[in-house]
């Protein structure tokens, strides 16, 4: 049992969750699904854990699924650096998103940890809380955040 009483079904009445697979989800045509809600869109990255990094790289290639890629994992190093980005984002307003009860339960299950050092991750305020949709909204909003914030690529005039 997930401990969210009857969350899922209302996401799913309010169409923030839908369902594919009968107990685990088959992970090529989900992302097949989830292009779809970008279709005609240029993408710029597709961010994922490193985690799956093989079972999502062999479904994405299942799906044909052609982008560049950015892996990223969820301990201090890369977790500290994406929660800082989407922590800047954040207060500087540039995340807009519309009411969401997928993303308000994730974020109310979620934590920031720090180390020692001060480094942060994102992780679990209780240990069957479920914050898949906030570790992925970290992850893109921050990968979006570099994307930005790197040069442009300059012509360069080749004399002959």
Known sequence: VDAVGDRYV????RGELTVLGDKTVPVSPWLVEVMKHVQGQS?????MDRYKQSELGEALDAAGIRAP???RGQGFRDGG????RFRRATFDGKVKARPSLLLRSA????VCLRDPANNLKLAKARSNGRIDAAAATVLAVAEGARIAGRPKAKARIVWA
């Open 69 to 71: 890629m950015a892996w």
């Open 107 to 110: 974020f109310a299950d979620a």
């Open 43 to 47: 993408i710029a990255a597709i961010t």
């Open 10 to 13: 209302q996401m799913h009445d």
């Open 81 to 84: 650096e994406d929660c800082e």
